[in-house]
């Protein structure tokens, strides 16, 4: 069975640092590609960042720059390590498979002084 | 970025009725096309990819058609379960790109 479980969400000052994770089990992270999406509270889907088995990653313009995607193979752990946080940052982070086919039950990032 | 316009933004309807909502993308993307259920505080679920191909063990009431631009999610009997929130997603090219998505609603 496909499972995704993000990790590493929680409350951060604007401008600072957080790197979120999601184990993965029932598949591996290395023949799959994986992608980040986020929402904001009571907003839509966005589309955050992928990274394709053969490493070439691809990020949405509101995040490139800061944000880098990655992954560990032997952990069959994704990663999202976020950088220059700000508060339009805030949003519920979910990692997913392939072509979204499979989600994580997601991690809360609230960006706040 | 490919712009993606879903409509309605929001219906109501009662169960067994035949819901329709569209999506339009701001250029051509074949049929890189998917369709989202979103329940209120849960992660999305994939519906439909490839603009018709149903994702494993979704019901068959459940559609998808359309080419192009121009493309239309179908549930062609409202159940009490389907009550959430549809999205719409071009994975033609990057950055990939959510409609606004559709909330349906109890009338």
């Known amino acids: 069975e496909v499972q995704l479980v993000e990790s590493g969400g929680g409350l951060v000052q604007p401008g600072g640092s957080l790197r979120l994770s999601c184990a993965a089990s029932g598949f591996s992270v290395a023949n799959n590609y994986m992608n980040w999406v986020r929402q904001a509270p009571g907003k839509g889907l966005e589309w955050v960042s992928v990274i394709y088995t053969g490493g070439s990653t691809f990020y949405a313009d509101s995040v490139k720059g800061r944000f880098r995607i990655s992954r560990d193979n032997s952990k069959n752990t994704l990663y999202l390590q976020m950088n220059t946080l700000t508060p339009e940052d805030t949003a519920v982070y979910y990692c997913?498979?392939?072509?979204?086919?499979?989600w994580g039950q997601g991690t809360l990032v609230t960006v706040s002084s | 970025a490919i712009q993606m316009t879903q409509s309605p933004s929001s219906l109501s309807a009662s169960v067994g009725d035949r819901v329709t909502i569209t999506c339009r993308a701001g250029q051509g993307i074949r049929n890189d096309l998917n369709w989202y259920q979103q329940e209120p505080g849960k992660a999305p679920k994939l519906l439909i990819y490839d603009v018709f191909r149903l994702h494993t063990g979704v019901p068959s009431r459940f559609s998808g058609s359309g080419s192009g631009t121009d493309f239309t999610l179908t549930i062609s009997s409202l159940q009490p379960e389907d009550f959430a929130t549809y999205y719409c997603?071009?994975?033609?090219?990057?950055?990939?790109?959510f409609g606004q998505g559709t909330k349906v609603d109890i009338k």
């Open positions: 997913a498979r392939d072509d979204l086919a499979y």
């Open positions: 997603l071009q994975d033609y090219n990057f950055p990939w790109t």
